[in-house]
T-cell receptor, first 110, second 115 residues
């Protein structure tokens, strides 16, 4: 069964304290792994797509990496505005169905 | 470029009623997917439409249905509402063509409350 597990469930950081979020997955025929950011009461905001093991993508303070079993979202020197829930999703073979993890709630304090 | 729009943003219904939600995808996108988000179950896939045809369906009862129009706009309908249908309903659009880049971009959602 296709499954996505994110850890930790919640993470509290001080401003400037770097850390990583984990997304482990089991999926038949991975077409892509997606990272989204979601603020309370809003729809998920697209961050990255990773397609193959070894791939890395960066955007401002965020860097996403992918292996055959998991993905990491590294946050370097976070700021309070990075506080949000970060969602990981995989797209198995077969059109546009996304399977989401439960998310990591990140709180960055000044 | 305008993003995905969803209407209405908020809805309050009572048990047994039915509801229709609307989604307009990003211009040029032909695939529309619907998701349900609840605190207990997280984000769960409902169904996907491409060129007015349902291509994929999640594990939801037949009370949940949808359709897509020739301009790619989509609607989803929930009949005989139950308390457990209270959720944030999200629509996502993408190019949708097999083999192409298929990042899905989400709308702001419709918050449905069933009393």
């Amino acid at each position: 069964e296709d499954q996505v597990t994110q850890s930790p469930e919640a993470l509290r950081l001080q401003e400037g304290e770097s850390s990583s979020l984990n997304c482990s997955y089991t999926v038949s025929g991975l077409r892509g792994l997606f990272w989204y950011r979601q603020d309370p009461g809003k729809g998920p905001e697209f961050l990255f797509t990773l397609y193959s093991a070894g791939e890395e993508k960066e955007k401002e303070r965020l860097k996403a990496t992918l292996t055959k079993k998991e993905s990491f979202l590294h946050i370097t020197a976070p700021k309070p505005e990075d506080s949000a829930t970060y969602l990981c999703a995989v797209q198995p073979g077969g059109y546009n169905k996304l399977i989401f993890g439960a998310g990591t709630r990140l709180a960055v304090h000044p | 470029k305008a993003g995905v729009t969803q209407t209405p943003r908020y809805l309050i219904k009572t048990r047994g009623q039915q509801v229709t939600l609307s989604c307009s995808p990003i211009s040029g996108h032909r695939s529309v997917s619907w998701y349900q988000q609840t605190p207990g179950q997280g984000l769960q896939f409902l169904f996907e439409y491409f060129s007015e045809t349902q291509r994929n369906k999640g594990n939801f009862p037949g009370r949940f249905s949808g359709r897509q129009f020739s301009n790619s706009r989509s609607e989803m309908n929930v009949s005989t509402l139950e308390l457990g249908d209270s959720a944030l309903y999200l629509c996502a659009s993408s190019w949708g063509l097999a083999g192409s880049y298929n990042e899905q971009f989400f709308g702001p959602g419709t918050r449905l409350t069933v009393l």
